[in-house]
Every structure is written in structure tokens, then in C-alpha cells.
């Protein structure tokens, strides 16, 4: 029963590239959540989907990012015209349903982001 | 809330000692709370979890405390071991008029355990 796979593990990005970052959740999880953590901090909230709906993207910034839950595939978490600010690592997320009871997350590995 | 920017606060113990990692949460609302480990380069990982219905809840060697008065959470780590160490995150759940729930974390704790 494999857990949160996220890919690519590293991921190296000239300034002004873009970057795509994926996450497979959980089997049986329909839920996913995206969160960026900067070196010697907390994880921050970017976002979370359903399969083809953003539920919440309050964390998200305004311009240059995006993320999509598709009906078929990964969830993406997509940076573009990425600067050396988004350096970073971001962790997927996924539960069962988040009405129910109990709905602790379990997360990937994460994407550690270098914009060079 | 969320750290901003801060170095992350350490907490140094012997092998075998008690550890007690404490958590300031944000929201009087919050009804949820959930504890994860994170070592080093990997993503975190759930320890134990409370509702806010309950003011204990104990698993294998860790007790969670949760103080409502005061917005206040404890992890307790019994016989502590060098594998406990690692940064320790509190998550709150704050519930939203649009019905979103998603995890808030703290800015969470290094504990390091001395051999």
C-alpha cells in the first residue's frame, strides 16, 4: 500500500523556467493539500483539491502559481516564471474524507525546489 | 499561527529522560489537533491526535495534552530515545463558514536527544 508519492525528489529550475511538481495520493484518499516549507520553518498552506475541483487556495499567491487535482493522474503543483524566492521544499498531502471524525494527513516525501 | 521567519526553538534531552514539547495554538475554535514528527529531508509524519472534546489521549510512549483555557497543547515523549530526534509540529484545525477543513501547523520544535 504505497503512501503519498511525490516526483521529482529534487528539482532544479534556472530563474524564469517553470515548475512542475506531482503528487499521487493515497490510495483511497481523495483529498489533497500542497504546503511549502521554507529551511527552519513551519509547513504553510498553498492549497487543496478534490479529483477536478479547488477546494481552497487561500495560500496560494496570486500570480505564477497554479495547482490542479485532474480526474485521471497526480495532482500538479505548477510554478511558472520561477524566481529564487520559491526555493523551497513543498509537501503533498492527502486524506479521506475531512468531515469525517478523524482525517489526519499523511504526507510524501516532498519536492525540494532550487531556483538557481 | 505560523512562524515567520524565526529560527526553529530546540529542545536538548538525555537518552531515557521525559520529553515535553508545548504548542501555543491560534483558534479558540479549533476542534482538532494533531502532532507530527519530521526528520531530517523527509515530509511529516503523524504521532497522535486529539479532539477537542478530550483533554488526554495517550499512544505507545507519547500523551497529548490539550488545555482549552489557555490554547495550549503538550506533546509528552516517555523514555526518550536518540530516534526521537527530530522537529515536532503542532496542526490545528480551525473550521471554516465554507466548510474547508485544512490543517494549520505551528512553527515547531527540534528535539535533540543526547546519547
Known amino acids: 500500500n504505497a503512501g503519498v508519492m511525490q516526483n521529482p525528489r529534487h528539482l532544479v529550475r534556472r530563474r524564469g523556467q517553470e515548475a512542475r511538481l506531482r503528487c499521487s495520493p493515497m490510495?483511497?484518499?481523495?483529498?489533497v493539500y500542497w504546503y511549502r516549507q521554507l529551511p527552519e520553518e513551519g509547513l504553510k498552506f498553498m492549497v487543496y483539491?478534490?479529483?477536478?475541483?479547488?477546494?481552497?487556495e487561500s495560500g496560494m499567491p496570486k500570480e505564477r502559481f497554479s495547482a490542479e487535482f485532474p480526474k485521471e493522474g497526480p495532482s500538479i503543483l505548477r510554478i511558472q516564471q520561477v524566481v529564487r524566492g520559491d526555493s523551497a521544499a513543498y509537501f503533498c498531502?492527502?486524506?479521506?474524507?475531512?468531515?469525517?471524525?478523524?482525517?489526519?494527513?499523511?504526507f510524501g516525501s516532498g519536492t525540494r525546489l532550487t531556483v538557481v | 499561527g505560523e512562524n515567520v521567519g524565526l529560527h526553529l526553538p530546540t529542545l536538548s534531552v538525555q537518552e531515557g529522560d521525559n520529553s515535553i514539547i508545548n504548542c501555543a495554538y491560534s483558534?479558540?475554535?479549533?476542534?482538532?489537533f494533531i502532532w507530527y514528527k519530521q526528520e531530517s529531508g523527509k515530509g511529516p509524519q503523524f504521532i497522535i491526535d486529539?479532539?477537542?472534546?478530550?483533554d488526554k489521549r495517550q499512544g505507545q510512549r507519547v500523551t497529548v495534552l490539550l488545555n482549552k483555557t489557555v490554547k495550549h497543547l503538550s506533546l509528552q515523549i516517555a523514555a526518550t530515545q536518540p530516534g526521537d530526534s527530530a522537529v515536532y509540529f503542532c496542526?490545528?484545525?480551525?473550521?471554516?463558514?465554507?466548510?474547508?477543513?485544512?490543517?494549520?501547523f505551528g512553527s515547531g520544535t527540534r528535539l535533540q536527544v543526547q546519547p
Open positions: 498531502a492527502s486524506s479521506r474524507d475531512p468531515q469525517g471524525p478523524n482525517y489526519g494527513y499523511t
Open positions: 490510495k483511497g484518499h481523495s483529498h
Open positions: 483539491l478534490q479529483k477536478e475541483n479547488i477546494i481552497d
Open positions: 483558534n479558540s475554535a479549533s476542534d482538532y
Open positions: 486529539i479532539r477537542s472534546n478530550m
Open positions: 496542526a490545528e484545525n480551525i473550521p471554516r463558514d465554507t466548510g474547508r477543513r485544512a490543517l494549520t
